[in-house]
DNA sequence: CGCTGCTTTGAAGCCCTTCAAACCAGGTGG
DNA sequence: CCACCTGGTTTGAAGGGCTTCAAAGCAGCG
């Protein structure tokens, strides 16, 4: 059940049987919502974090006008609001973007981790920081990219990141939501989505359609995006 | 010469003497750099974390052409780069905005600390917990805000966190970066951003002049930047 | 006193938004 | 089985916020 999310973690760094043990006692039983269910309702005290076993959950926030900003999305593996651990209450929302399975790691027993098991501790603690440094390139691409090149730089992301845990391929991936939620992430209207993604298809590199995107060409997808993966930290560090 | 630092720290959880005297050790001798300087350059391996005890730091991230978007300030008594620790090599540079003064905190020892003292992980922890929410809001800016509401967040932002550590009051704050510097910030241009400026003046909402922001209406700036300190997590959270 | 870096202003243009409506697919009920 | 409804996609036209380009203004400093 937890497969994917200690998948993960190996990727990084070394996680041993007793550490495993530690993770599995940690993780409850498993819980389904429907896509549009908000899991995470901002500065509400929390006192689990949530893991997603599978599904696409998105975390955001929202201006008075009604526009929002997601400002990240989690596959599979990924804790959601792991930071919650040492925040108490997060500020900002979670929500599904599709039907998701998740599990509850409370927080009772991960301050117990923290006692019994340091490195573990560390391998969390580099679990959020990692989030940080996904949030960086989002601000990045908001901030400087155009609207093209954070289309493409996101499903560079996303290609790496669902790839690592077995849910995607250099065909493309499911991406099982609205040009609207697209439209969230990249900071754009759907209607300038829509626009980009017909130029990511005609110009023979990306298709998105039917929850699904297709890589046509990673080379120019990587090329337009600047997609360098090294913030996503892919290599086991040094202990 | 931490006492920013633990400031900070004590606003938000308790630190025990204990505690106090393993971060006192754990903080090396003091080290001046100029404005401009790279303390720490994108992808180079690190093997300490930098405190900050005076001046301005930015950490940002450039693309190609040579565009730069700052991610995130830093404010004397801020760890510029607590995540380091966990993540050994950074995927954004940090450079000195202004004349600065920092120490450092060696990874070694906040091993050992980790090894030690499990509360006080958790506080630095939440540390790096707290730097991703101002992520967080700078993304929802960067992706929603226009930019005099930009401008505005980000003084909101500025007027509480120098707060905090004594470097702001109601009438503002000094603040000794140049428009380009903030247009970095703002995912703006400079020219735009001074532009938003004086519309901020002559509206006598907020004055930038002279390395210094002064706040007219503390009410309008917080109004238009839509302003909600939440996410810098003010209050003693329970432990 | 002239150099340098930053600020300020103007004019033109473009990327993206806004508004509006047509189109389309899937699900539901008569 | 088709009419209808709903939510999402696609397209067009017009407009605006911000950029780009260019140059003048200004302050601090050697």
């Given at each position: 059940?937890?497969?994917?999310?200690?998948?993960?973690?190996?990727?990084?760094?070394d996680?041993?049987a007793?550490?495993?043990?530690?993770i599995r006692?940690?993780?409850?039983?498993?819980v389904?919502y429907?896509?549009g269910?908000v899991l995470?309702?901002?500065?509400?005290e929390i006192?689990s974090?949530t893991l997603?076993?599978?599904?696409l959950?998105?975390?955001?926030?929202d201006?008075?006008?009604?526009?929002?900003?997601i400002?990240?999305?989690h596959?599979?593996g990924?804790?959601?609001?792991?930071?919650s651990?040492t925040?108490k209450k997060?500020?900002?929302s979670?929500?599904?973007?599709?039907r998701?399975?998740v599990a509850?790691a409370?927080?009772?027993k991960?301050k117990r981790?923290?006692?019994q098991?340091p490195?573990?501790?560390?391998?969390f603690w580099?679990?959020?920081?990692?989030d940080a440094a996904i949030?960086?390139e989002?601000?990045?691409?908001?901030g400087?990219?155009?609207?093209?090149q954070?289309?493409?730089?996101?499903?560079c992301?996303l290609?790496v990141r669902?790839?690592?845990v077995?849910?995607?391929d250099?065909?493309?991936?499911?991406l099982r939501?609205?040009?609207?939620?697209?439209?969230?992430?990249?900071?754009?209207t759907?209607?300038?989505v829509?626009?980009?993604?017909?130029?990511?298809?005609?110009?023979?590199?990306?298709?998105?359609r039917?929850?699904?995107?297709?890589i046509?060409?990673?080379d120019?997808?990587?090329?337009?995006?600047?997609?360098?993966p090294?913030?996503?930290?892919l290599?086991?560090r040094p202990?």
């Amino acid at each position: 059940m937890i497969d994917k999310h200690l998948t993960k973690l190996r990727l990084r760094d070394d996680i041993n049987a007793e550490e495993e043990r530690a993770i599995r006692e940690t993780i409850g039983g498993a819980v389904d919502y429907p896509a549009g269910h908000v899991l995470i309702p901002r500065g509400k005290e929390i006192d689990s974090s949530t893991l997603l076993l599978d599904g696409l959950l998105a975390r955001y926030k929202d201006l008075r006008g009604g526009q929002r900003q997601i400002t990240q999305l989690h596959v599979p593996g990924d804790f959601a609001d792991l930071h919650s651990f040492t925040l108490k209450k997060l500020d900002h929302s979670v929500m599904a973007l599709t039907r998701v399975r998740v599990a509850l790691a409370p927080h009772e027993k991960l301050k117990r981790i923290t006692e019994q098991f340091p490195h573990l501790t560390r391998v969390f603690w580099f679990a959020t920081n990692l989030d940080a440094a996904i949030h960086r390139e989002w601000e990045l691409s908001l901030g400087r990219r155009s609207a093209i090149q954070r289309a493409a730089h996101l499903f560079c992301e996303l290609r790496v990141r669902l790839g690592i845990v077995g849910l995607a391929d250099d065909s493309g991936f499911a991406l099982r939501i609205t040009q609207l939620e697209l439209a969230e992430c990249l900071g754009l209207t759907s209607v300038h989505v829509n626009r980009v993604m017909r130029q990511l298809r005609e110009q023979g590199i990306a298709d998105f359609r039917g929850g699904r995107v297709n890589i046509l060409s990673w080379d120019a997808l990587q090329e337009i995006g600047e997609f360098d993966p090294l913030y996503l930290y892919l290599e086991k560090r040094p202990r």
